[in-house]
């Protein structure tokens, strides 16, 4: 699926936040957002994923703009694992990713057995099948990410949209996590604040900083010492390992 923003732009309290940001992935594209804290990667997603509505400028999912369609059609397109995740009831993490069929399901309709496979399916992906009766509320965060991924995995969308997906993972989990992302062969955008995770598994990478778009490519494109200087203010040293994998070093 491919997924277009136009022009985006969102006002808060007389403050700019995004100033007319126009992005565009490929399909079964990992597009990755990055740029110092403040810079409005999460205000661009929300604006994507629909917590947010842009004060102008539009949002297209295969050229259909998003608020053409009601909610629970673009559910059945995007999945979202965002940063935050809170719930005021006591749910077990095989229920919460339940909640990922609910843009399949009637009004009233029953999970059934399929709903069921899917979700232990799920569960199983980000090696959590030996929590799903734990609380929700009693696991890590780490944990509660990799739940939330399964949420969004039992939700069967070609585009999945991750808000700083590796926040509260241990290097062992983050790496699983991104793998796992990289071969889902769907459309993927992904905030992303660890530059060497971002040039290990993005195909091309949009920087904002101040709410402004201030490169796009590849990461050998985007990811130099000079773009890290300019946006962030530190020395970098790019390099490549025996594998030809590349590696940012901070000086």
């Known amino acids: 699926m491919k997924i277009t923003t136009e022009n985006i732009r969102v006002n808060f309290q007389a403050k700019e936040i995004l100033k007319g940001i126009s992005i565009e992935t490929r399909d079964k594209e990992l597009v990755g957002i990055i740029g110092p804290n403040g810079s409005g990667k999460s205000t661009l997603l929300k604006c994507i994923y629909r917590v947010l509505k842009a004060d102008s400028g539009a949002v297209y999912l295969d050229g259909e703009e998003l608020y053409a369609m009601n909610a629970k059609s673009s559910a059945k397109k995007m999945a979202v694992v965002a940063q935050h995740n809170y719930y005021n009831f006591d749910f077990s993490a095989r229920e919460v990713v339940l909640m990922g069929r ?46 939330i991924l399964a949420r969004a995995l039992a939700q069967q969308t070609p585009a999945l949209i991750l808000d700083e997906p590796t926040n509260h993972l241990d290097i062992t989990h983050q790496i699983m996590l991104m793998k796992l992302v990289k071969n889902l062969d769907v459309t993927v955008i992904s905030a992303i604040h660890d530059l060497n995770i971002a040039a290990a598994y993005c195909d091309r990478i949009y920087v904002l900083k101040d709410g402004v778009l201030e490169g796009e490519g590849t990461p050998g494109e985007v990811l130099t010492p000079e773009l890290i200087r300019r946006i962030y203010k530190v020395e970098s040293e790019v390099v490549y390992d025996s594998q030809g994998k590349m590696h940012i070093l901070f000086l």
């Open 102 to 147: 609910a843009p399949h399901k009637k009004t009233l309709e029953r999970d059934n057995a399929d709903d069921y496979r899917i979700v232990e399916e799920a569960l199983k992906t980000v090696q959590m099948d030996k929590f799903a009766d734990r609380s929700f509320s009693t696991l890590s965060g780490g944990e509660q990410q990799r739940v």
